[in-house]
């Protein structure tokens, strides 16, 4: 909002304002980047120029309060008030309320983190990390996602996080070498890391993702992280959420794809995707892929019990956005079918998508290109979508 007559000669305000009243003034007029008394002469003006009668507001406790106003402003504020019958006190604070209402805080946007995890090897954890994340870098196809520009997708960050490095050799890359930089420095000896971490990503190519995806390789040396993690100084679960944090402002997603483990690197992914206090329930959490057979049953439950052990030890929230249910075959029987009418019978969390077991995701790994850019119309390219709309819903 603009106001006439803020430069020139000033004259000095002297009153009293509510101690919280102002204090949402400081911080507002330093979040916006506008001087004190500025936001104080345009609130005013608009008080004046407010034909309604405003409600009162508490002016209890009020305390001292000066600032600096355009010449003129003050008495002409002065005599409003007398007309108005309010004290100069209650006029002032109705013109710091407006003020604050006409400049709302700008909304401090979270990276959100999705963990792709389970400790059953084998279940496709790789293939939905990479689907997901391609599908909210493509854009279009999910029009009305949070966050998402008109006509382009999110900016997305890939986390191998596992030691075996399926997911960068799948992409046609190289695991960083034991013994260089990596995110594991980061986590474990930051004081020793000599570039910044968005330094180690790589784009990765395809014009339907416009240069929005990103991927942090992984590293040979990541199979040592649990043994570092014992003796590390510092919160171990928050070895990872240290890392990635320089990065999230680079980012609308980071999706981290995780080692089929249950040891404290996964701690640390878990307690990554823990809720936030800035950040709405299920704006951040893990997606589960499984399989439509028993033993993948058994090891969710595996994964639900280290869920809610780390929650009750440091007191956080961890949402499970979703289960996938990977590579499924109704050719394979009772087994299979019966196995998916149970997950899809726990109703929290939801099944987010049934992928097939077809042939493309296992030619777009052959050829070392992603799926969506591969076969962007195949089931499952149409599945990796269905899974963003379903984390991107909140």
């Known amino acids: 909002m603009s106001s006439p007559n803020l430069g020139g000669e000033r004259e000095k305000l002297v009153s009293k304002l509510p101690a919280h009243l102002q204090q949402a003034l400081k911080v507002r007029a330093a979040q916006l980047q506008i001087d004190m008394q500025d936001a104080v002469a345009e609130g005013i003006h608009a008080w004046r120029s407010c034909g309604d009668q405003l409600p009162a507001v508490s002016?209890?406790?009020?305390?001292?309060?000066?600032?600096?106003?355009?010449?003129?402003?003050?008495?002409?504020f002065k005599t409003d008030c007398r007309d108005r019958g309010?004290?100069?006190?209650?006029?002032?604070?109705?013109?710091?309320?407006?003020?604050l209402a006409d400049?709302?805080?700008?909304v401090q946007k979270t990276t959100r983190r999705y963990i792709v995890c389970n400790q059953k090897g084998g279940v496709g954890k790789t293939a939905v990390s990479a689907g997901l994340a391609e599908a909210l870098a493509e854009g279009?196809?999910?029009?009305?996602?949070?966050?998402?520009?008109k006509n382009s997708g999110l900016r997305v960050l890939l986390v191998d996080y596992d030691p075996q490095g399926h997911l960068t050799h799948q992409l046609g890359l190289t695991a960083i070498p034991a013994g260089q930089e990596s995110l594991i420095t980061h986590m474990l000896h930051r004081e020793q890391?000599?570039?910044?971490?968005?330094?180690?990503?790589?784009?990765?190519?395809?014009?339907?993702f416009g240069g929005r995806l990103r991927i942090l390789p992984a590293a040979f040396d990541a199979f040592l992280l649990d043994s570092g993690l014992t003796v590390f100084r510092g919160p171990r679960e928050a070895a990872l959420e240290r890392a990635l944090a320089p990065l999230e402002e680079h980012f609308d997603v980071i999706?981290?794809?995780?080692?089929?483990?249950?040891?404290?690197?996964?701690?640390?992914?878990?307690?990554?995707?823990?809720?936030?206090?800035?950040?709405?329930p299920g704006s951040s959490g893990l997606v589960?892929?499984?399989?439509?057979?028993?033993?993948?049953?058994?090891?969710?439950?595996?994964?639900?019990?280290?869920?809610?052990?780390?929650?009750?030890?440091?007191?956080?929230?961890?949402?499970?956005?979703?289960?996938?249910?990977?590579?499924?075959?109704?050719?394979?029987?009772?087994?299979?079918?019966?196995?998916?009418e149970k997950w899809k019978a726990l109703g929290t969390p939801p099944v987010l998508a049934v992928v097939p077991d077809v042939k493309e995701q296992r030619e777009a790994?052959?050829?070392?290109?992603?799926?969506?850019?591969?076969?962007?119309?195949c089931e499952q390219s149409h599945q990796m979508r269905q899974i963003a709309r379903g984390v991107t819903a909140t």
């Open 103 to 106: 400049n709302p805080a700008e």
């Open 140 to 149: 279009p196809s999910l029009v009305g996602a949070v966050d998402q520009a």
């Open 255 to 280: 999706v981290v794809d995780s080692p089929p483990s249950l040891g404290l690197a996964m701690d640390a992914a878990l307690s990554y995707a823990r809720q936030r206090g800035d950040e709405p």
């Open 288 to 340: 589960i892929p499984v399989e439509a057979e028993d033993t993948s049953a058994q090891a969710y439950g595996m994964l639900i019990q280290q869920i809610d052990s780390l929650s009750r030890d440091f007191d956080m929230t961890i949402d499970q956005l979703g289960i996938v249910v990977n590579k499924f075959d109704s050719r394979r029987g009772y087994i299979a079918t019966s196995s998916l």
């Open 365 to 377: 790994v052959r050829k070392q290109r992603p799926l969506l850019d591969y076969a962007p119309d």
């Open 59 to 76: 002016t209890a406790g009020a305390d001292s309060f000066g600032t600096y106003l355009p010449e003129g402003l003050y008495e002409d």
């Open 193 to 208: 890391a000599k570039q910044p971490l968005l330094n180690l990503t790589i784009a990765i190519s395809g014009d339907r």
């Open 86 to 99: 309010v004290s100069y006190i209650q006029g002032l604070a109705q013109s710091v309320v407006l003020w």
